[in-house]
């Protein structure tokens, strides 16, 4: 899944790339026309480099931080780098090891309740009623451990798909810087069209140009829809088990554990929910406020002219919306 995502947004952004090449307008919309005044920086976010090749900016991205690297952009890289390579040794070897841990814990109990299974087999019945306790907890211990193991495996699913959508965004985030640096233009977008657009969710943010953007919603998209379809598979898990409890011993101290688990990723999957929403939400206004501020920086909001009723020059601001 990894690689393929990785492949298909390279081929899509070679297709953007051919786009941006097709339409030379773009570099030259919203300028005066006066080469010291538009060739001053707009955006000291993206460093201008030399390594202007897409080609290689999409490559050198299929690595953590490797496209911000090749633009020279050391600090985003880092922090990609950073928090990707934590996530790998949480996902593939922590949560491996945790998982072996459990699994090794488990094992004494299980035994113990093969060996009192055995003895309840041959029917001696003077200890029968001993056995029978004895095995029971020891059966208790071992779901437990099982319970354990579920909840590892959930959370390990749900931290492999937030590194899924980090490296997607960082991929995003490393054509964005390309294409601003090559690319950008100040030119007044339409709020309208960037809403629109925005129904279909970092569609807006791509409008504006705004590609890192783009990547931070679909980064958390992917990993709250992957936290929500985690934790109502732990509902189930815990409800099944709530049923057979209930059947047995409704009143037990397990069936109010279990209730308390199910509660809990109920909520969490309910807070995951309401976040995907609130997601989706924000990636609409941030689509509409960008198109608004859009020529911001544009140089023809600022003119020097000269004033008729003193020596002198006098400053003129304008801001449209």
């Given at each position: 899944?990894?690689?393929?995502?990785?492949?298909?947004?390279?081929?899509?952004?070679?297709?953007?790339?051919?786009?941006?090449?097709a339409d030379e307008r773009i570099t030259v919309r919203g300028k005066t026309g006066i080469e010291a005044i538009d060739s001053l920086p707009v955006n000291e976010w993206d460093v201008s480099t030399t390594h202007n090749s897409l080609l290689m900016t999409m490559l050198f991205s299929l690595l953590p931080g490797g496209g911000q690297y090749y633009t020279e952009h050391y600090v985003r890289g880092g922090f990609i780098t950073g928090i990707e390579g934590l996530l790998v040794y949480e996902v593939y070897f922590n949560k491996s090891w945790q998982k072996d841990r459990v699994l090794e814990q488990a094992r004494p109990f299980q035994d113990s309740v093969a060996i009192f299974t055995r003895e309840i087999m041959l029917g001696n019945r003077d200890s029968l009623a001993?056995?029978?306790?004895?095995?029971?907890?020891?059966?208790?211990?071992?779901?437990?451990?099982?319970?354990?193991?579920?909840?590892?495996?959930?959370?390990?699913?749900?931290?492999?798909?937030?590194?899924?959508?980090?490296?997607?965004?960082?991929?995003?985030?490393?054509?964005?810087?390309?294409?601003?640096?090559?690319?950008?233009?100040?030119?007044?977008?339409?709020?309208?069209?960037?809403?629109?657009?925005?129904?279909?969710?970092?569609?807006?943010?791509?409008?504006?140009?705004?590609?890192?953007?783009?990547?931070?919603?679909?980064?958390?998209?992917?990993?709250?829809?992957?936290?929500?379809?985690?934790?109502?598979?732990?509902?189930?898990?815990?409800?099944?088990?709530?049923?057979?409890?209930?059947?047995?011993?409704?009143?037990?101290?397990?069936?109010?554990?279990?209730?308390?688990?199910?509660?809990?990723?109920?909520?969490?999957?309910?807070?995951?929910i309401w976040g995907l929403a609130l997601i989706y939400l924000y990636s609409m206004g941030d689509a509409a406020v960008d198109a608004l501020l859009s020529d911001f920086d544009n140089p023809i909001h600022l003119a020097l002219l000269p004033s008729f009723n003193s020596l002198g020059a006098q400053a003129l601001f304008t801001f449209d919306f």
């Amino acid at each position: 899944m990894f690689k393929s995502l990785s492949v298909v947004f390279l081929l899509i952004s070679l297709c953007v790339g051919v786009m941006a090449h097709a339409d030379e307008r773009i570099t030259v919309r919203g300028k005066t026309g006066i080469e010291a005044i538009d060739s001053l920086p707009v955006n000291e976010w993206d460093v201008s480099t030399t390594h202007n090749s897409l080609l290689m900016t999409m490559l050198f991205s299929l690595l953590p931080g490797g496209g911000q690297y090749y633009t020279e952009h050391y600090v985003r890289g880092g922090f990609i780098t950073g928090i990707e390579g934590l996530l790998v040794y949480e996902v593939y070897f922590n949560k491996s090891w945790q998982k072996d841990r459990v699994l090794e814990q488990a094992r004494p109990f299980q035994d113990s309740v093969a060996i009192f299974t055995r003895e309840i087999m041959l029917g001696n019945r003077d200890s029968l009623a001993y056995f029978q306790e004895k095995r029971n907890e020891y059966a208790s211990r071992v779901r437990e451990k099982s319970d354990k193991k579920m909840e590892q495996e959930d959370l390990r699913i749900a931290e492999n798909a937030w590194l899924v959508g980090l490296h997607l965004y960082s991929m995003f985030d490393a054509f964005g810087i390309w294409y601003n640096n090559n690319y950008r233009s100040v030119e007044l977008k339409s709020m309208t069209k960037a809403l629109l657009l925005s129904i279909i969710p970092g569609f807006g943010q791509m409008y504006n140009g705004e590609f890192g953007k783009a990547g931070l919603v679909y980064m958390s998209i992917i990993g709250a829809s992957t936290s929500i379809w985690t934790s109502q598979r732990m509902v189930r898990y815990y409800l099944d088990r709530k049923h057979f409890v209930e059947s047995e011993a409704p009143g037990s101290e397990e069936f109010e554990k279990i209730a308390e688990r199910v509660t809990y990723y109920r909520k969490n999957r309910n807070q995951y929910i309401w976040g995907l929403a609130l997601i989706y939400l924000y990636s609409m206004g941030d689509a509409a406020v960008d198109a608004l501020l859009s020529d911001f920086d544009n140089p023809i909001h600022l003119a020097l002219l000269p004033s008729f009723n003193s020596l002198g020059a006098q400053a003129l601001f304008t801001f449209d919306f």
